[in-house]
């Protein structure tokens, strides 16, 4: 499971619910949500390094692999896709046997991953999907990942069709609940009732990092933390 990761010096969790999580990601999910959430586990390893922030790997790997999966229409429940992957990803923790604190744990990484801002003293989990995800998004503290693991974990997990296929999710027609709770307070507006912004912002976002991504590892620049984007 995910061998390219392990050669590149990361760890794995093979728990039975990292399994089933990245066994379902793999089942329901398009090819470019596949490697972007893998993308985003893998970022969000290298920035705890970076950070020295200490984590637990099968709270962040199972949170990462589901984080978007309340795009994936049969999990989309009508409000924040953010919110519909996070019940998605707890019950199939708690299905798994974990505990109610893990569970909600893997949900709060999730549901908070699109916030403007993080609340006080948020888990090592919600501060690495937060900025990983931005990474994947926008180049968000993409200096900060070593430029060594980068060709192989794009070689791995390339960004296939990842613009059209962000595009295509946020479009995807639904009720607009722009007013419920937790909604609307992203960077983009990912709420169901705001997603003209998202495509547009995302859009752009994919084309800063699949045209800037390279060039920012030659020549070892930053990417927009003010502009850091999630997905």
Not at 81 to 87: K, R
Not at 108 to 135: M, Y
Not at 174 to 185: E, H, I, L, R, S
């Amino acid at each position: 499971m995910d061998e390219a990761l392990s050669q590149l010096g990361m760890l794995v969790p093979d728990s039975a619910l990292a399994r089933r999580a990245r066994t379902f990601l793999a089942d329901v999910a398009p090819p470019f949500l596949v490697n972007h959430s893998v993308r985003c586990y893998a970022w969000a390893v290298e920035l705890a390094r970076h950070d020295r922030l200490q984590f637990d790997p099968e709270i962040l790997y199972v949170s990462a692999m589901l984080h978007d999966i309340g795009l994936v229409p049969a999990y989309d429940l009508g409000g924040c896709y953010e919110v519909d992957g996070a019940l998605a990803a707890k019950r199939l923790a708690g299905e798994a046997g974990e505990s109610e604190a893990r569970a909600r744990a893997i949900y709060d990484a999730i549901a908070l991953h699109n916030l403007e801002t993080l609340p006080h003293d948020p888990a090592s989990e919600v501060v690495l999907l937060w900025d990983s995800a931005g990474t994947d998004v926008t180049g968000h503290r993409f200096a900060d990942i070593r430029p060594a693991i980068i060709p192989a974990l794009l070689a791995a997990y390339p960004r296939v069709e990842f613009k059209q296929g962000v595009q295509r999710a946020l479009r995807r027609p639904g009720v607009a609940q722009a007013d419920v709770p937790g909604c609307g307070n992203g960077r983009h507006g990912h709420a169901r009732g705001d997603r003209t912004g998202a495509v547009r912002q995302l859009a752009l976002a994919g084309d800063r990092n699949e045209g800037e991504q390279r060039e920012r590892v030659r020549r070892r620049e930053p990417g927009h933390r003010g502009d850091r984007g999630h997905l």
